[in-house]
C-alpha cells in the first residue's frame, strides 16, 4: 500500500520546477521509500527511509502538486519505479509483459486519487508521516509488563436450545478465471485467459481452481448449493467480494461482482436473513474510501448494496438508509432471541475509516469519522440499557495493525470490554485462515487482565495464495447468545486430487472438519477457554500441529510448525490488539496459568 504512495509522491515531487531538494535527491529518497515499504519491490534500496526524509518530501509536495502537468508526471514516474523494482503496492511481478500490466494498471487507478487527496490535505509534514507509517505512530503509553489473570476451563455442560449462524467471507470471486490458463503468468493473482494459457498440465489453472488465482464460478456455486442444504437460521457476509485483480479493476466492476454475488446468495438461500458488509476489496482503488456520509463513495457502493439488500429483506428500512450513508448499520436478527426473550443486534462496522491503508484518512485523522465513533458508542449503549444481546460484524480482525491506534487501541477495544456483557461477539475475515482472537478487560478492582470477549475470524471460499476454498458454520445458544462451536466447511483442492484437473468430475466436495471443542480438546469456548487453550498450546506439540493445519484450512504444504510458528499462533490468540500482540511476541505479556489449569 504505501509502496504506491511513495511513487505517486515521486511524480508529485518532480513535477514542480521549484522544488526546494534537488531533483535526483528527491527521486532517490521516494524510490527508496518505494521499495522499502514494500515486501516485493527489491533492488531500489537496503535502508528504511526515515522519519526525517519522509517529512522533507511532505513538506515539498503542496507546491509540487500545483504544476499543471503533475498528473502525468506521477503517472510516468510511478510506472517507471513500479516496473523497474518488478512490482509495489505489495505486488510483485515476474516478467516484462506482467509488470507493465500491473504497474500500468495500478498507477492509473491511484493517480488520480493521491493528486485529489495531496490537493485537499492542509499537508502536516508530521501528521501525514506517521499516518503513512513513517514516524512514530502511537500516543498511547505502553507499560513494559501487562499480567493476565488466571484462567481455568468451564466446567462441561449439557448445551440448550442451539441455532446454527453461518459466515462467508473474502470470496474473492473472478467471473474471469478461465480454466487452462497459466498459473505461472507472473503476476500475484493468475488463472485469467488474458495473461496466456499453459503449455502443460503442470502449470494450468484447474477446473475448480487453484491456488494461483481466485475463486472460479463454479466454485462459487458448489458452495452456496452446498452451504444453502446446512439450512442456518441466518447468514454474515464479512466483505471482500471481488477478486484479487486490483490492478485489473473500475469501480463499476466492484459494485457488479458485489450484486452479482448478492443476488446469487439470495437465489441460494431464499427467505434466510443475510447480512452483508464491504471489505477493504471494495474500494476502488483497494483500501480507498471517502470519509463522508452521503458523498461520492456511498452513492457509488453502499447505496447500490443498500438498495439490493433492502428489496431482498436483508435490511429493515433503517438499516438500508445507514449502509447507504455510510458503509456502517445495526438491525435486530428477526426472530432470534435468546431464551428469556432479549434481542439480538447486528451492529456492522465499516473499518476503512480508521485504516492507516486507506490515503482518505491524510483528509480527516479526527476519530469520529463520518460519525461512525459515536454512533457505534451510541447504539451500544442503548443496546445494554434496554436489555439486547450484540454482536459486530467488522473485516479486519481486531488485531490488524493498519487500524490507527486512536480507533482500536482507545476506543474500539476498551468500548467492548466496557460493554462485554452486552457484546458477545466480534466476527470478521480480511486474514483467509481459520482463527480466533481475544479482547481483553480489566478485571474487577485489579489492574491484571482476564479473557472478554473472542473474535472470530473466518477463512475464505478463495484458494488463492495456498489456502483451500473454506466457509464456517456456528453453533449458537439461545441461552446467551454464545458460539459453543463451530465447524470449517472446506474442498481440500489437494487432497481431492482436484489441482490442474480439467473436467468438471469429480466434483469438488465440501467436507466437515471436527467441531472445534473436540478438535482443540476444548469444554466449552467461553473467553477464558481460549485463553487455556492458547497457553496448552505452547507446550503440546499434537495441539499446537492440529491448530496450525486448522489454521492454514487443512493444507499441511503451507503450515509452519517451527518454534517461532508456534509462538505467532499463540499470540494470535492470546493478543486481540496490535498493542498485546506485540507484548506477547516480545514476551511482555505475562499470561502464565496456574498449575493443573490447563
Known amino acids: ?109 491511484f493517480t488520480p486519487e493521491i493528486l485529489f487527496i495531496a490537493a485537499h490535505a492542509a499537508l502536516d509534514p508530521e501528521r501525514d508521516c506517521t499516518a503513512l507509517g513513517l514516524c512514530n505512530a502511537s500516543t498511547l503509553a505502553e507499560a513494559p509488563i501487562l499480567r493476565a489473570a488466571p484462567s481455568f476451563p468451564s466446567a462441561p455442560r449439557e448445551a440448550g436450545t442451539t441455532i446454527k449462524v453461518m459466515q462467508i467471507t473474502d470470496l474473492h470471486w473472478d467471473p474471469n478465471y478461465t480454466m487452462g490458463a497459466r498459473t505461472d503468468c507472473g503476476e500475484p493473482d493468475c488463472c485469467r485467459g488474458v495473461q496466456g494459457m499453459a503449455t502443460g498440465s503442470e502449470t494450468a489453472c484447474g477446473y475448480w481452481g487453484d491456488h494461483a488465482g481466485d475463486t472460479p464460478t463454479v466454485m462459487v456455486d458448489s458452495m452456496l448449493a452446498f452451504a444453502s442444504g446446512l439450512n442456518p437460521d441466518f447468514v454474515m457476509l464479512t466483505g471482500d467480494y471481488p477478486p484479487h485483480m486490483v490492478w485489473n479493476v473500475t469501480a463499476e466492476a466492484v459494485v457488479d461482482v458485489s450484486l452479482a454475488f448478492s443476488a446469487k446468495v439470495k437465489a441460494a438461500f431464499g427467505g434466510t436473513p443475510v447480512f452483508g458488509i464491504a471489505g477493504n476489496h471494495e474500494g476502488a482503488p483497494i483500501n480507498q474510501f471517502r470519509l463522508e456520509l452521503d458523498g461520492e463513495g456511498s452513492k457509488r457502493l453502499f447505496a447500490p ?203 469438488a466436495e465440501w467436507r466437515a472438519s471436527k467441531p472445534a471443542r473436540q478438535a482443540f480438546n476444548m469444554t466449552a469456548l467461553q473467553p477464558r477457554d481460549w485463553h487455556v487453550m492458547a497457553e496448552r498450546m505452547r507446550h503440546d506439540d499434537a495441539l499446537f500441529r492440529t491448530w496450525e493445519v486448522s489454521y492454514h484450512t487443512n493444507n499441511t504444504e503451507a503450515s509452519n510448525f517451527s518454534p517461532k510458528e508456534r509462538l505467532v499462533r499463540v499470540c494470535d490468540i492470546i493478543g486481540g490488539t496490535k498493542r498485546l500482540n506485540k507484548a506477547c511476541m516480545e514476551g511482555r505479556f505475562n499470561t502464565s496459568l496456574p498449575a493443573g489449569s490447563a
Open 1 to 109: 500500500m504505501r509502496s504506491i504512495a511513495g511513487a505517486l509522491l515521486i511524480g508529485a515531487v518532480l513535477a514542480a520546477p521549484s522544488v526546494a531538494l534537488s531533483r535526483s535527491a528527491s527521486a532517490g529518497a521516494l524510490a527508496r521509500f518505494v521499495a522499502l515499504t514494500s515486501s516485493t519491490a527489491p533492488g531500489l534500496g537496503n535502508e528504511t527511509m526515515t522519519c526525517e526524509e519522509c517529512e522533507a518530501v511532505i513538506a515539498e509536495v503542496a507546491n509540487a502538486i500545483q504544476s499543471k502537468d503533475a498528473y502525468d508526471v506521477v503517472q510516468a514516474v510511478a510506472e517507471l519505479v513500479c516496473i523497474e523494482g518488478k512490482g509495489g503496492f505489495g505486488y510483485s511481478c515476474g516478467n516484462p509483459w506482467a509488470c507493465n500490466d500491473l504497474c500500468r494498471g495500478i498507477t492509473s487507478l
Open 305 to 507: 448494496l443498500a438498495d439490493q439488500w433492502g428489496g431482498f429483506g436483508w435490511l429493515d428500512a433503517s438499516a438500508q438508509s445507514q449502509l447507504a450513508r455510510g458503509g456502517y448499520y445495526t438491525t435486530l436478527v428477526p426472530g432470534v432471541k435468546t431464551t428469556d426473550g432479549r434481542p439480538l443486534r447486528l451492529v456492522a462496522l465499516h473499518p476503512a475509516y480508521h485504516m492507516k491503508s486507506n490515503f482518505y484518512t491524510l483528509l480527516d485523522q479526527s476519530l469520529d469519522v463520518a460519525n461512525e465513533t459515536s454512533w457505534m458508542q451510541a447504539t451500544i449503549e442503548q443496546a445494554a440499557a434496554d436489555g439486547e444481546v450484540v454482536w459486530i460484524m467488522t473485516h479486519h480482525p481486531t488485531n490488524d495493525g493498519d487500524y490507527s491506534d486512536e480507533f482500536m487501541e482507545g476506543f474500539f477495544a476498551p468500548l467492548v470490554a466496557k460493554y462485554r456483557s452486552t457484546v458477545r461477539h466480534v466476527f470478521s475475515g480480511h486474514t483467509h485462515k481459520s482463527m480466533t482472537q481475544l479482547l481483553w478487560a480489566n478485571a474487577t478492582n485489579s489492574s491484571v487482565l482476564e479473557p472478554a470477549v473472542i473474535n472470530y475470524i473466518a477463512a475464505a471460499p478463495t484458494p488463492y495464495g495456498g489456502v483451500n476454498p473454506t466457509f464456517r458454520m456456528y453453533e449458537v445458544e439461545l441461552d446467551t447468545m454464545e458460539v459453543v462451536d463451530y465447524v470449517d466447511y472446506t474442498v481440500d483442492l489437494r487432497a481431492q486430487g482436484l489441482l490442474q484437473q480439467m473436467t468438471e468430475q469429480p466434483a
